[in-house]
Structure formats: C-alpha cells, structure tokens
C-alpha cells in the first residue's frame, strides 16, 4: 500500500514569494491533516479536511495561508508571501475517517525562507 | 500551541538497555498516543491509550497513563539502535483536534 506523498521534498525560497506544497493520501482515506513541525517542536496542526471540507482551520494564518482539497482527495497548501518565520517542516497526514485516531504521515516538506 | 510536554528533551542510553521518557498534558482527555519520529520513516503512530486504561503494552513498548496527574510514560525495553528517534506524545484524535507534544530525543549507542 502506497503512503502519504508529499511534494516537493525541499524547497528555498526568497521571502515574499509564493510557494505551494502538495500531499497525496492513502487512497480511501476521507481525513486529511496539514502540520507545520519546527525544528525540536511537535508538529502543530495547521488545518483539518474530511472529504473535502476544511473542518478545523482555527491554526491556519489565514491572511498569508491558503490551502485546498478539491475533490476529496488530494491537497494543496499554499503561502503567498512567504515570511522568514514560515522556514519549517510542513508535514500532511491522512487517516481512515469515523474518528480514527491513527494518523499517516507523509516525508514532509522542508521549507527554507531566504 | 504545544499540549504536552516530554521529560527529558534528550536520552542516551547504550543498546540493550531500557528508555523511559515521561508526557505531562494540561487538559482533560478521551485517550494519548505516542509517536516516533526518524529521518528514515518519518512520523509513526506507536501506541494508543484511552482514559479508562492505566497500562498497555505493544512488543517492547509500555505505556502508563495517569489522568489523575496528566501524565503518560512510555517504555522502551531492550532498546536497539533502531530506536534512536524522536518520540512524541498526542493527546486528541478522532473527530477532536491532535496536539503533540514537545518531543524526546532518544540516542541508542550501539
């Protein structure tokens, strides 16, 4: 079975420039998880979908911070303009749906602001 | 924000031996989990607690929850190189919002 897949791996940017991560989950899986994780900290979620609908977005900054999920199943988060302190891990998850607790994380995508 | 906190930030310890690292949280909660995190596999989901448990265990693993003090402990026994991560713990899931933990760093010498 194919995991979480995230892309891309790593990414530099210049601050103010837009950049945009992309998360593919487990096939079948309706619950699907945005985490930011700086470096020695916990991942924090950012947003929360169920199918297609943004249930938990109370974390996401949402003046710079977008994100989408379309058609259920995969997923974009976006920042424009990007900031120095955006520089983290942005890690996606995805989990069956009707409350399991079990999440699957994706690599993660490394973000480095200049 | 972070709901738990891991004691200690960072573990040595030689292989063979046990790890024990220890999880405080701040509010009322339905059940805990444990992650590991490492350059290898990423962010895997070890074990789960509910509320109403006091003890599980999972091949080496044992975990402790005390809800009268908010706090979890996770047990490593005969621990491998291969254990060498980061282990976070989770309060949350579900249909409820997951917040980690702070993370303890845990280096197996071979």
Not at chain 1, 52 to 80: C, N
Request: hydrophobic residues 30%.
């Amino acid at each position: 079975e194919a995991g979480v897949v995230q892309s891309p791996r790593y990414k530099i940017i210049e601050k103010k420039q837009p950049v945009a991560f992309w998360c593919n989950p487990i096939s079948g899986h309706n619950t699907l998880y945005w985490y930011l994780q700086n470096l020695g900290q916990g991942p924090e979620l950012l947003i929360r979908y169920e199918n297609e609908e943004a249930v938990d977005d109370s974390q996401l900054p949402k003046d710079r911070f977008s994100a989408e999920r379309l058609k259920g199943v995969d997923s974009t988060l976006k920042i424009q303009p990007a900031e120095l302190g955006d520089s983290a891990v942005y890690l996606c998850a995805s989990s069956p749906g009707g409350g399991s607790y079990e999440q699957y994380f994706g690599p993660g995508t490394r973000l480095t602001v200049t | 924000s972070q709901q738990g906190e891991e004691d200690p930030q960072a573990l040595s310890i030689q292989e063979g031996e046990n790890a024990t690292m220890n999880c405080s949280y701040k509010t009322s909660i339905n059940n805990l989990q444990w992650y590991r995190q490492n350059s290898g596999r990423g962010l895997v989901h070890l074990i789960l607690i509910r509320s109403n448990e006091r003890e599980k265990h999972s091949g080496r693993l044992r975990v402790t929850l005390d809800t009268s003090k908010k706090s979890s402990s996770l047990l490593i026994t005969a621990s491998r190189a291969a254990d060498t991560a980061s282990y976070f713990c989770a309060t949350g899931g579900g249909y409820q919002k997951v917040t980690f933990g702070t993370g303890t760093k845990l280096q197996v010498i071979p």
